[in-house]
């Protein structure tokens, strides 16, 4: 096998504009939103709006309507998938990606086992598969029916064992633009009607799995793929599709395999500026994620366990933004140029357009909204 100094070498810039790409930030694309939605691997949704500001970033012409249908008709579902944390998916990748992740699922049980001494994990599965199947339940109502059984368990390592052994989704209207809903959780299978996981045999899934990574996140490196998925061991996968990969590195002698015909546009390319709500997969779904966020503003995107919605200046993390009561507040980290406040103002007020009304904490109106400027917050170590 060729030496790794000798693979074409992708800069910083280059690996900015092949993921910005396949992420759809590039420009706006006509596709519709479950297409989207698939495309992704599923939208990071530990708050119920994410979605729709990821979409309205990526999708021409979307209205939070698009996405709030395909939740109540569902054809896309709110569950715990990649790296423990809520994605939307569709039904599709939900029984795909759900059976992916189970082998993390099952070492997260591993840290709460103190609480769950005499627990019989099987058994405690069974027991609350028939409880939300026969209508959905709150995580409360969930621990309160399985400690009837195991009166002496702790009762939040209860609810994480039930979390993890079964694939529970959140029901409508949770998760629907414009309504409130409780958390209430049923198993996949009974929201959806379908039972399996992922097809072809789980070797044949993952595999599958890592070239659709690589379409919407590549080129990327096995550890990069390791990071999004919340798994280990994946460099087995990676190895068996080598021959059919591209095989570049990264300016650090990182190993970075990509589709053959995986877009990997002119690094020159233009890069519009583009607002993403809070937990955008762009900026986690790599081990180094300087091809978005430079070293010097590692953190930035974070306030304790808190994290911010995020402004991309020229394909590049560059500020973070707020929207409340119909005014979108932009805090450059530094100052950009007339033009470029100007674009980013234009963006902002797309935005206001379409997803204002109902948007913000405030109840923003967007027939009023404005865009401004706050101070500039300077660079974060």
């Known amino acids: 096998m060729a030496s790794k100094t000798m693979r074409p070498v992708l800069d910083t810039r280059a690996l900015n504009r092949a993921t910005l790409a396949r992420q759809l930030l590039l420009t706006r694309t006509e596709m519709s939103a479950h297409d989207a939605t ?3 691997l599923g939208l990071q949704a530990q708050n119920v709006k994410p979605p729709y ?19 109540e008709s569902r054809q896309v579902v709110r569950m ?4 423990s944390t809520i994605h939307t998916h569709t039904v599709h990748d939900a029984l795909t990606l759900r059976p992916l992740v189970q082998p993390a699922r099952d070492r997260e049980i591993n840290y709460f086992r103190k609480g769950l001494v005499g627990v019989d994990l099987d058994r405690l599965a069974e027991r609350a598969r028939v409880f939300v199947e026969a209508e959905p339940r709150t995580m409360a109502e969930i621990r309160e029916e399985l400690l009837k059984e195991w009166p002496g368990a702790d009762p939040q390592s209860l609810s994480v064992a039930a979390r993890c052994r079964l694939p529970l989704v959140q029901v409508t209207p949770r998760g629907v633009w414009g309504k409130s809903g409780q958390v209430r959780l049923t198993t996949l299978g009974e929201w959806v009607g379908e039972e399996g996981g992922a097809p072809g045999g789980e070797g044949r899934g993952i595999d599958d799995v890592v070239l659709r990574y690589l379409g919407a996140f590549g080129p990327a490196s096995v550890k990069d793929m390791q990071t999004w998925a919340g798994l280990t061991r994946l460099r087995e996968a990676f190895e068996r599709l080598r021959p059919g990969l591209e095989v570049f590195q990264d300016e650090n002698g990182v190993e970075l395999f990509d589709l053959p ?4 546009p002119d690094a020159g390319q233009p890069a519009p500026p583009r607002f993403l709500p809070e937990f ?10 300087s091809r978005v966020i430079a070293p010097e503003l590692k953190g930035s995107t974070w306030s304790g366990n ?8 020229d394909g590049f993390l560059a500020g973070l933004w707020k929207l409340h009561a119909g005014t979108l507040t932009v805090e450059l980290f530094a100052d950009v140029s007339k033009g470029g406040k100007a674009e980013i103002v234009a963006e902002g007020e797309a935005l206001l357009a379409a997803m204002g009304d109902s948007g913000d904490e405030g109840g923003g109106d967007r027939s009023g909204g404005s865009v401004r400027f706050g101070s500039i917050r300077g660079q974060v170590a």
């Open 80 to 83: 715990v998938t990649m790296r």
């Open 280 to 289: 955008d997969n762009l900026l986690l779904s790599h081990a180094d994620r």
């Open 306 to 313: 808190q994290a911010h919605c995020t402004l991309l200046v």
């Open 53 to 71: 500001f990821q979409l309205h970033a990526r999708l021409a012409g979307f209205g939070p309507a698009e996405l709030a249908g395909l939740m």
């Open 261 to 264: 015909d995986g877009p990997r």
């Open 38 to 40: 698939q495309h992704l």
